[in-house]
């Protein structure tokens, strides 16, 4: 069978196959997945391994994506998720466990269409667990609650916004200020629909934040991407996702 053929299939079962992988893999406990020993954790392969770990409850789907809102396919041979232009809200959740300073970096690369809103629908979330005896211990309702799994009480939420000049720009979030944060990691149309490789340090951004706080008895409990309200006609395009030191 050609690698055309095969990959064609592999389109084809996930999208027919959106919901019952989505019921399959939040009905299974959840799967929290370690950093490996070369200090190095791949959050999302938008490959046969993504289906994989759906099954297997180490990737979760939280909401109701409709059929073909979320899309395996191809560009230049290099494997990628498309995020279909929908109404509904909905994020894949990848539960891990991870020292905040022993894997601060996050890498991955995406495509982002135009939009009219502030900042795209679809974005990056990171979930992470703060010193025991931190102020403010409780877990904003943003984050994502998977049974089985540590509930965050601190959030950074990467954005990709409508306007070039916000990058780089890190402030509170407008509603829960205390345990949560925004971080605009590129924007802007004339950036759109363009492929761009991201690295942060999660480290930096936490301790800008959160200052004070002993980074090295904080924990990343989950990284996410997150679906809200996407504008049709304005899909987002990831490669691979991955979390190292």
Same mark, same amino acid.
């Given at each position: 069978? =050609? ?16 919901? #019952?992988?989505?019921?399959? @893999?939040?009905?299974?406990?959840? &799967? ?29 789907? +939280? ?5 073909? =809102?979320? #899309?395996?396919?191809?560009?230049? =041979? %290099?494997? #990628? ?5 929908? @109404?509904? *809200?909905?994020?894949? &959740?990848?539960? %891990?466990?991870?020292? +905040? ?22 974005? +990056?979330?990171?979930?992470?667990? $703060?010193?025991?005896? =931190?102020? *403010? ?26 306007? $070039?000049?916000?990058?780089?720009? +890190? ?9 949560? &944060?925004?971080?605009? $990691?590129?924007?802007?149309?004339? *950036? ?28 990343? &409990? ?24």
């Amino acid at each position: 069978m =050609s690698q055309v053929k095969k990959f064609s299939r592999l389109i084809s079962f996930f999208i027919i196959g959106s919901f #019952i992988l989505a019921i399959y @893999g939040c009905s299974q406990p959840a &799967v929290i997945s370690a950093v490996g020993p070369d200090g190095t954790l791949t959050i999302l392969k938008p490959d046969e391994s993504f289906t994989h770990a759906l099954e297997s409850g180490r990737m979760v789907i +939280l909401g109701d994506p409709p059929p073909a =809102s979320l #899309i395996l396919t191809q560009h230049e =041979s %290099i494997p #990628i998720l498309k995020f279909s232009s929908t @109404g509904s *809200n909905f994020s894949i &959740v990848r539960p %891990i466990e991870a020292n +905040l300073m022993a894997t601060p970096y996050l890498d991955w690369s995406w495509n982002m269409a135009d939009h009219d809103t502030p900042y795209h629908g679809v974005s +990056l979330m990171v979930g992470i667990i $703060a010193p025991e005896g =931190s102020p *403010n211990e409780y877990s904003p309702s943003m984050a994502p609650h998977i049974k089985g799994t540590p509930a965050a009480n601190r959030i950074i939420s990467i954005q990709w916004s409508k306007f $070039a000049l916000e990058r780089g720009h +890190l402030m509170p979030h407008p509603v829960l200020s205390a345990n949560a &944060v925004t971080y605009v $990691a590129r924007g802007g149309s004339e *950036n759109a629909r363009q492929w761009w490789r991201e690295s942060i340090d999660l480290s930096n951004l936490y301790a800008r934040s959160w200052p004070g706080e002993d980074l090295t008895k904080s924990k990343i &409990v989950f990284i996410a991407l997150v679906a809200k309200d996407l504008q049709e006609g304005s899909p987002a395009y990831f490669s691979e996702i991955k979390l190292f030191r």
